[in-house]
């Protein structure tokens, strides 16, 4: 789901933090073509099979990737 990174961006010591709220899960997944629910979804991001990969344009097949985990 692509992230906008406006007023939700902030540095972090270790990193950034991005903070999203009324986002529609669909309208992310179709700009990706992405076919899974959004209950589908959420059950990868609790086995831990959910990766962020930041793409720049200095970057273009991706600069940084990770897991991403649910908040505590």
Do not use: W
């Not at 073509?33 to 959420?42: L, T, Y």
């Not at 086995?47 to 962020?52: D, Q, T």
Request: charged share 15%; glycine share 10%.
């Amino acid at each position: 789901m692509p992230v906008p990174f406006g007023p939700a961006y902030a540095a972090t010591p270790n990193g950034f933090s991005v903070r999203m709220k009324d986002c529609v899960y669909t309208d992310g997944a179709a700009l990706l073509g992405i076919e899974e629910s959004f209950e589908q979804f959420i059950a990868a991001l609790e086995s831990g099979a959910v990766v962020l990969n930041i793409h720049t344009d200095a970057h273009q097949d991706g600069e940084i990737s990770g897991l991403v985990i649910p908040a505590s």
